[in-house]
């Protein structure tokens, strides 16, 4: 059974850091991309950034670049998501997702890519 699990989630204060951790299972995990996303309340899911298994490529957004940090833990199958200075903008559920092979240039941020998703993990800054 795949799963993608996150976890590290919570409530933070403007300027603070939070570390968000995707555990995935049940497929072969070298070979996938993993994407992170996020949903504000009464918006449309957009991504935030990707990393390639195959490779260690990655891509991020621009609104989160040097904000946000991705990095992936072949060993324990766990992406990661470094999240400093944060704003009370970046409020919102964060998942992580699937695609098998590299993060595509052109689509790593679209949601439809993607094959797997977790449930999701609170991220709250306050101002």
């Known amino acids: 059974e795949v799963q993608l699990v996150e976890s590290g989630g919570g409530l933070v204060q403007a300027g603070g850091s939070l570390r968000l951790s995707c555990a995935a299972s049940g497929f072969t995990f070298d070979d996938y991309a993993i994407g992170w996303f996020r949903q504000a309340p009464g918006k449309e899911r957009e991504g935030v950034s990707c990393?390639?298994?195959?490779?260690?490529?990655?891509y991020y957004v621009d609104s989160m670049k040097g904000r946000f940090t991705i990095s992936s833990d072949n060993a324990k199958n766990t992406v990661y998501l470094q999240m400093n200075s944060l704003k009370p903008d970046d409020t919102a559920v964060y998942y992580c997702a699937a695609e098998w092979g590299p993060c595509h240039r052109d689509h790593y941020y679209s949601p439809y890519r993607y094959d797997y998703w977790g449930q999701g993990t609170q991220v709250t800054v306050s101002s």
């Open positions: 990393i390639s298994n195959t490779d260690g490529t990655t």
